[in-house]
């Protein structure tokens, strides 16, 4: 029997949340003391996750379907931060605030989202057991479990984890009485708005879940409405969610990320990489920069040990049960040791274990059901191949030779390792005695581990958190530098600065050369390639090609100190700090070419020569070269003999620039004046988005190795780059379509259930 308070208030719930915001507020509150109100961790945290929100900020006020020049060379706002915020209510809530406040608020942000998590995986779990004051455990072992701790360093992983449990209770809802279809499409809605990158899984997952619940081949004809009801609820939910969801879509489809297909080698496991899943199966998450074990740095989110608990009672379940529950634990147990199979989460592009929670999210019912009821299960054993499994782990990475398989040394912190060890067989001493003195001592044995549940949790997560923390960037010294860019003036349009701090580029209106994003233009993409560059995550050092930080326009820098050689521009003070702005020579955004160069013919010049070539070069493939060849003329490889010197170049881009160039939310403008027919290059990358007006006129534009090139005729003209996400207001369309149909169907549903219970008096 669940218990229901005579006034309906679950009471059981309340306490959730206030254990939870307890848990949080004493595992991150130390570092938030410590920072005097300010939270930060480290790497991606603090140069993604809090100068995005600032980006975000700034971005949206002008409407969020425009180009942002602050994300690399530049790139659409939509596809650029959906992946990170934009469809994050959380976003919303930090924007009520004023922007540089948002370092004070994330720390409470960050434990309103394992609340968040808290409540929902409650609501879920309460569905398995039959008092639901276990639920209250079963949501703590979800909401602090060792992938909530070793992501510290992702904020936006947070947000995915908190209602992804919402996915589960409604689909649970909707199969039990069809008018809860409206809370499974609502769910679908906010997790497929969220994070399309997530959803991706999630939706493997739920296909995977349904099976194991649901699925029975005796009855599939019995099922099918049922299918249909979820598929068509799901779909309603999708197409609400369309106007973020499908302009990513198609954003994903072309980017090189997700074209990484897994080959036969990476779907074979090793000795390490079963090492590697033994411990984040078994031992508490890690700093993903500094492991004790294994891997001494790892960016996969590998981890799943709930605390207390670890897999004692999964295990227990598992050997006493034969339900659907404890086939599929061990179904998700078995794809986690295969590579291959792991990687279809993400339709086998990689493996990064980012599912990894929604299997936490099981083992936590199953985890919850036992501790209801320990007499049932055979906890002893469950214990007993935990505390074997994590001890022969120990010895194995403490004392086999592994130097003699040609492995180097799979232990960097000793003392650390240790550390989870005793906590590890803590937990599970804990859990032992708890299951011995559970029949006497019920009501007092359901304390304890609750009371322990939240100890480890602290311990688990604050000591993650302090790995991350220790030795990084001090929070007073990080908000300095927040403030500074935020206060760096944009200068001239025409130009950027030689900068690729995201810090600095993204916090106000300085536009940088480079950025640490994994969501930028696909030209920027292909533009690296012509410096025979990739990488899906982090952007090419523009300082690293001969003359390329000049072509992209990088004018401007900053620093501390002055010398006699730089040529100060302006002074920027913050903290009592005074900080000087300089320029250098650069090339112009916008300059008129008199040559085009093959990518081929491009790809054969010396590496720290491309850049000057493309000063006065315009790189196009052999399809375009009828397109420009009755202007330009043809430059080989061989011409870079007599190139010049770089500064001579770069004064040829100057006497040649666009007139009145001027950035904005939409794109830019410009007025060209050439005295014959000409061809205009912009470092701005090429997007099927951009829509370019000559005096009015439409005209097109011609993609030069992922940048801009513009025909123009002789005379003087203006020009207008007007910027909209490919499929936005086709995707806005949808989602408006959608919510209409889903509040007619909710009204009607309403006026359903009350003509019913009418004719039932």
Known sequence: MKLHSKNHIDHNLILCIFLSFITASVSLGWAIICGNGIFTVRDDFNVQQIPFTFLAKNSVSGGIDGWCWNIDLGTSAINGLSFYNLGSPFLWIALIFPVRCFPYIVGFLYILKYTIAAVFSYLYIKLFVNDSKYAIIGALLYSFSGFQATNLLFYHFHDVVAFFPLLLYGLEKLMQEKQYFQLFVFAVFINCFLNYYFF?????????????????????KKMFPDLVKCCSSALLGVMMAAALFLPNVFYILKSTRSKGIITLYDSLPDARFILFILKGLLFPGEAMHDHSSVLNSQWSSTAAYLPLVGLSLVFAYILTKKDWLSKICVFLIAVSFIPLFSSGFLLFTENSRRWWFMMILIFAVASARVIENFKEYKVVNGVAVNAVLAIAFYLAVRFLPW?????????????????????????????????????????????????????????????????????????????????????????????????????????????????????????????????????????????????????????????????????????????????????????????????YITTESLSSVDL????????????????????????????????????????????????????????????????????????????????????????????????????????????????????????????????????????GLAVLNKVYEKTKAKVKM
Request: contains cysteine; charged residues 20%; proline residues 2%.
């Open 608 to 743: 720290q020569k491309r850049a000057q070539v493309l000063m006065s070069s315009a790189v196009v493939s052999s399809d375009d070269i009828k397109k420009v060849k009755s202007i330009l003329s043809e430059f080989v490889p061989d011409d870079t003999k007599n190139i010049g010197e770089l500064d001579s170049s770069i004064a040829a881009t100057v006497e040649n620039a666009v007139d009145g160039f001027k950035r904005n939310g939409r794109g830019f403008i410009c007025e060209s004046s050439y005295s014959r027919d000409s061809f205009i290059y912009y470092t701005v990358p090429y997007d099927k988005g951009w829509t370019v007006y000559v005096d009015g006129e439409k005209a097109e534009i011609i993609n030069s190795g992922g940048m801009i090139l513009l025909p123009v005729s002789q005379g003087k003209h203006h020009i207008e780059f007007s910027y909209s996400t490919p499929y936005f207001k086709i995707g806005l369309l949808i989602s408006i379509s959608a919510w209409i149909v889903f509040i």
């Open 200 to 220: 991706v899984q999630e939706c493997v997952f739920l296909v995977i879940y349904f099976l194991f619940r649901f699925f029975r081949i005796k009855d599939i």
């Open 403 to 595: 130097d003699a398989i040609n492995l180097e040394s799979v232990l960097y912190h000793p003392l650390r390792l240790l550390f989870y060890l005793t906590l590890v067989l803590g937990g599970l001493l804990i859990v032992f005695i708890a299951s011995k003195t559970d029949v006497k001592f019920k009501k007092s044995c359901f304390n304890g581990i609750l009371a322990f549940v939240m100890i480890f949790s602290i311990v688990t997560t604050g000591s993650t958190l302090y790995f991350y923390k220790r030795n990084s960037t001090e929070p007073k010294e990080y908000y300095t530098q927040l403030k500074l860019g935020a206060s760096l003036p944009e200068n001239d349009s025409q130009y950027r600065y030689d900068l690729s701090d995201n810090v600095l580029t993204m916090t106000g209106k300085a536009a940088g050369l480079s950025s640490f994003s994994s969501t930028v233009s696909a030209g920027i993409i292909e533009f690296d390639l012509i410096f025979d560059y990739y990488d899906w995550g982090i952007r090419m050092n523009k300082n690293s090609v001969y003359g390329l930080s000049e072509l992209l326009g990088g004018k401007y820098t900053v620093s501390e100190q002055l010398t006699e050689a730089d040529r100060l521009i302006d002074t920027v003070k913050v903290d009592g700090k005074t900080y000087y702005v300089t320029e250098k020579t650069a090339c112009p955004i916008g300059f008129r070419v008199d040559n």
